[in-house]
């Protein structure tokens, strides 16, 4: 069981877009539909902003997207601001129940 | 509203044994499966264990299958996680989370576990 790979970090100004790639495989990221992001501001519990790949729970701006094309799951953050300034990390379901986690994304905004 | 509260961390020293506890409310053991995640200092997420709604069947990370058990009492709604032989590399903050939608919604503020020597 490897952890998901996902760049260090990101960078981008307010207003702009950045997106947090999460790579993984076919038997995890690749072979369901299951995989969350995960926002974690310091010092408090992870947030999750994105599940089942691209659904946002309530409350979650609408700035927040994801996506997946093979094996790479995606975050995509438009129209960024400073309160998005946190480490953003994916999840995704590796069958027979087991999960994995990213690394994490450390995202700045300039 | 849907709580999960964390306890029973603390330090110890390599080999020995510690019990987290995770107190629920808002929901139901019957109906959510619920994970444990750690996170070491400085470190990213690492998922743990994961029991499912039935309470019948747990499931661990492989490299800590044998080490940690994991167990609820539905009559307390809490759930447990029995961790021995502890290693200095399972030094972290242990967090509750409730499973939703195959993974976890709402998280507990975690419980620090440190292992030292």
């Known amino acids: 069981q490897s952890a998901l790979t996902q760049p260090r970090s990101v960078s981008g100004s307010p207003g702009q877009s950045v997106t947090i790639s999460c790579t993984g495989t076919s038997s995890d990221v690749g072979g369901y539909n299951f995989v969350s992001w995960y926002q974690q501001q310091p010092g408090k519990a992870p947030k999750r902003m994105i599940y089942?790949?691209?659904k946002r729970p309530s409350g979650v701006p609408d700035r927040f997207s994801g996506s997946k094309s093979g094996n790479t799951a995606s975050l995509t953050i438009s129209g960024l601001q400073a309160e998005d300034e946190a480490d953003y990390s994916c999840?995704?379901?590796?069958?027979?129940?087991?999960?994995?986690f990213g690394a994490g994304t450390k995202l700045t905004v300039l | 509203q849907v709580q999960l509260v964390e306890s029973g961390g603390g330090v110890v020293q390599p080999g020995e044994s510690l019990r987290l506890s995770c107190a629920v409310s808002?929901?139901?053991?019957?109906?959510?499966?619920v994970h444990w995640v750690r996170q070491a200092p400085g470190k990213g997420l690492e998922w743990v264990a994961f029991?499912?709604?039935?309470?019948?069947?747990?499931y661990y990370a492989d490299s800590l299958r044998g080490r940690f058990t994991m167990s609820r009492d539905d009559s307390k709604n809490t759930l447990y996680l029995q961790m021995n032989s502890l290693r200095p590399e399972d030094t972290a903050l242990y967090y509750c989370t409730r499973d939703s939608n195959w993974g976890p919604d709402y998280w507990g503020q975690g419980t620090l576990v440190t292992v030292s020597s």
């Open positions: 089942e790949v691209t």
């Open positions: 999840y995704s379901y590796a069958g027979s129940y087991t999960w994995l």
């Open positions: 029991i499912r709604s039935d309470g019948g069947n747990k």
């Open positions: 808002g929901f139901t053991f019957v109906t959510s499966g």
